[in-house]
């Protein structure tokens, strides 16, 4: 098959298709079998301008417009993407090689979720307090920051374009977004339905770039927030960018986040769980739950039952809908990935099922089996370092107090899940986790109505729920006199 997804050009601006051949080459591949399938350019200076200026010159009447008009376009460009869910589902799949069974359920539809929630809540959620203050009263209003960017990382290209554009545009803001470079093309597709849902040019842009494209919009004296989806590393770079010009800033970060499974949860359960925790979108979600802590009663059976279906995941084309795990989004993260499998050998983990490449695969494609390690410790580098594949730790722990303490010991903050049966435990052990979304008896699952994002060194501020509204707006304060003004002077 021949796959091709050039888009009309590389990026988006104030309304329409831009090109500048003059930027760097970005080439799109199908990472199921290492297929160009696109080519674009960077965005040069000049492109970053002009998004910024168009972006600058409409947000004014977008945000004096009613809250309801505003979540009317919005709603309609939710509903546009749910027709369209079967054809975003295959751009998205050749974007990321992510299986088509699950970008079908879970990207575009989720996009569509926030479009459909933010143009919903922003005629109630943005109102302001009154405060009275005896015969003085006082009021705030949620006021618009202005121009926002978003730049995104790869797992997810789409929905993390609407996560960053409904709370942002629903609050009365203009957004420049900037997607990873290795999935450059599901961002234009959302940037056209918005327009095509009636949303007035220039306030939805989308730019082309890599890490040097970045900081051009980071520093940028016009811009008042960044929203950054993306590792550690260059989290710190670019809060640190932006601290330079005090611009607000959501980071939406790494992790290696703690699963924990007691000896009295429902084991069937507990092994879905941490398969979809660690499997899913072949290992490439921010919040899973690398670090599998299983009580030591139960790490026979749990181990039996998981190795048995993990083994039964079916690998292969992602454009079938069969196929459980695709490859990995590019040769480079794969190569990561085998070489954590190689570190976790070598410094004494237990291989129990995978740890090479699946032989039913086209050798083209970025392909790696779904893996599990036994007998991992916590000074090995598998259970410290985020691996971003499908690479499943699994640690023996004994008792509450000392899960709790190891679960808690890193760097990271973004996630945590207990599954057990006994539910004052599960409220007591999610208590002391030190995590910004955690779940019980159940694992990864991130509804719009729900806040998103982590603790510690995994970021701060929030996707998601009425939480997001308050990260594209700040508060001013009206103090009312109502009486003569008394001067003691
Ligand atoms: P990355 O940090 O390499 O890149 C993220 C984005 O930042 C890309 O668009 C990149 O071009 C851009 N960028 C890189 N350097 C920059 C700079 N100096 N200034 C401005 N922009 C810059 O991350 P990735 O490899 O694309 O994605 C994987 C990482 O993202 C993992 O660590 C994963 O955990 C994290 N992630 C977090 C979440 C979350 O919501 N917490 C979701 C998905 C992925």
Not at 365 to 371: L, R
Request: with cysteine.
């Amino acid at each position: 098959m021949t796959l091709k997804a050039q888009p009309k050009a590389s990026h988006f601006i104030d309304g329409e298709y831009v090109e500048d051949e003059a930027g760097s080459v970005i080439e799109s591949i199908y990472p199921a079998t290492g297929e160009v399938i696109a080519r674009l350019h960077a965005a040069t200076p000049a492109i970053v301008e002009k998004a910024i200026a168009a972006a600058k010159r409409a947000q004014p009447e977008w945000a004096a417009m009613s809250p309801t008009a505003r979540g009317r376009i919005l709603k309609r460009a939710a509903e546009i993407m749910r027709e369209r869910n079967r054809e975003l589902s295959e751009l998205e799949t050749l974007d990321t090689g992510k299986p088509i069974q699950e970008t079908i359920v879970a990207d575009a539809t989720s996009g569509a979720d926030s479009f459909e929630f933010f143009g919903g809540i922003a005629a109630a959620g943005l109102n302001g307090s009154y405060i009275p203050l005896g015969g003085d009263f006082a009021y705030t209003k949620r006021v618009p920051l202005g121009v926002c960017v978003g730049i995104g990382a790869w797992n997810y290209p789409q929905q993390i374009a609407c996560w960053k554009g409904a709370p942002a545009l629903a609050a009365g803001n203009a957004m420049v977004f900037k997607p990873s470079e290795n999935t450059p093309l599901g961002a234009l597709a959302i940037a056209e339905i918005l327009h095509e849902a009636g949303l007035p040019k220039g306030l939805y842009n989308v730019i082309q770039g890599d890490r040097e494209t970045g900081p051009l919009l980071v520093n940028h004296a016009d811009v008042a927030k960044v929203s950054l989806t993306g590792s550690v590393p260059t989290g710190r770079k670019v809060a640190a960018a932006a601290a330079g010009s005090l611009k607000h800033v959501t980071m939406e970060l790494g992790g290696k986040s703690p699963l924990v499974v007691f000896d009295d949860a429902d084991i069937d359960s507990a092994v879905g769980g941490a398969m979809l925790g660690n499997f899913y979108s072949t290992g490439q979600v921010c919040s899973n739950g690398t670090r599998v802590f299983v009580q030591r009663k139960i790490k026979a059976e749990f181990l039996k039952r998981l190795k048995a279906r993990t083994e039964a995941i079916l690998i292969g084309d992602p454009m079938d809908e069969a196929t459980q795990l695709g490859p990995m989004v590019s040769w480079a993260q794969r190569d990561k990935v085998l070489s954590y499998v190689e570190k976790g050998k070598a410094e004494g983990a237990t291989l129990v099922t995978g740890g090479g490449i699946p032989n039913n695969v086209s050798g083209e494609g970025y392909y790696v089996q779904p893996t599990v390690f036994a007998d991992v410790t916590d000074d090995m580098t598998i259970a410290r370092e985020e691996i971003f594949g499908p690479v499943m730790c699994v640690l023996d722990f004994d008792d509450e107090a000392e899960v709790i303490a190891r679960g808690n010991a890193t760097e990271f903050g973004l996630s945590a899940g207990v599954f057990t049966a006994d539910l004052t435990r599960a409220h007591r052990v999610v208590d002391q986790l030190e995590a910004g979304t955690l779940w019980i008896n159940t694992y990864n699952l991130c509804p719009v109505e729900i806040p998103f994002g982590g603790l510690k060194q995994s970021g701060f501020g929030r996707e998601n729920s009425l939480a997001a509204l308050e990260h594209y707006s700040e508060l001013k304060t009206v103090y009312v006199g109502m009486g003569k003004v008394e001067a003691p002077y």
